[in-house]
């Protein structure tokens, strides 16, 4: 189950779907306001989650290995607080400290001036991507793709459940309830949630490894997926086998010493 960020879209995971396709049950959704989905009355984390559990109750799915993205993140993590999962990935987030300073005057500005209407390739945009999403050694046909395949949506109703329902999430208490297997990956040049804000969310979580992943901003999925990608099997394999993920990573990781 990939949840995306609170301005991404539901094909923020495209080189995953790819690789697991007619492996594994893939869902990928639209959040609340987001893409075709409709507007929750009140966007709220809690409303969100109760989205997430409604989808998967209609699709009926138990015990999901859910992925969260940035501020999905959040809602992964509330989720499998509450609900039985079979595993946990946080990407480019974590438990606490996921809004950048920058973040709140500009999108302010944005609701404001309704600058949400302009496209995904304007220079701002841009410029936001290559500065703070993307590590300096990411191909430029990387982004450029990235950016054109996953444009930043149009309706005001994206934008204000950043402001809403994730500004100020804190949730480092009650951590100890998510007793799955849990990958939380970073890349070190991730500007817009920083890397210590994971590894502090893996030292909380009983049964997680922390995955720094080398040569990545915010989107470690997007500019290294083959690398990635392992990561994710390393967890499959962990679940599947019952056993240790450390060593599934470690196992996993080792066979491809070259990268």
């Known amino acids: 189950m990939f949840v995306h960020g609170g301005l991404g879209s539901l094909w923020n995971p495209y080189p995953q779907l790819n690789a697991f396709e007619g492996e594994q049950e893939l869902v990928t959704y639209s959040l609340a306001g987001n893409g075709n989905s409709t507007t929750r009355p009140e966007q709220s984390l809690t409303g969100h989650v109760t989205d997430l559990r409604d989808l998967l109750d209609a699709l009926d799915v138990d015990r999901p290995i859910v992925h969260g993205h940035s501020y999905g993140t959040a809602i992964a993590l509330e989720y499998a607080k509450r609900h039985p999962t079979a595993g946990l990935v946080l990407h480019a987030g974590g438990d606490h400290d996921l809004t950048p300073a920058w ?23 841009r410029q936001l991507a290559y500065s703070v999403g993307f590590h300096e050694e990411t191909a430029e046909a990387v982004v450029e793709d990235f950016l054109q395949s996953n444009p930043l949506p149009r309706r005001r109703s994206a934008w204000t459940t950043v402001t809403e329902a994730f500004w100020g999430y804190d949730g480092r208490s009650d951590t100890e309830r998510v007793d799955v297997p849990a990958l939380v990956i970073h890349g ?12 502090g969310t893996a030292r909380r979580l009983p049964e997680s490894v922390f995955c720094r992943m080398e040569r990545t901003g915010h989107v470690a999925m997007i500019e290294r997926p083959a690398a990635y990608n392992r990561l994710l099997r390393a967890l499959l394999a962990a679940i599947e086998a019952e056993r240790d993920l450390e060593s599934a990573v470690r196992d996993r990781l080792g066979e491809h010493n070259s990268d």
């Open 188 to 199: 070190p040049a991730d500007g817009i949630v920083p890397v210590d804000a994971a590894r």
């Open 103 to 125: 973040e709140k005057p500009l999108l302010r500005l944005f609701l404001a001036l309704r600058l949400y209407h302009l496209p995904a390739n304007d220079a701002l945009i």
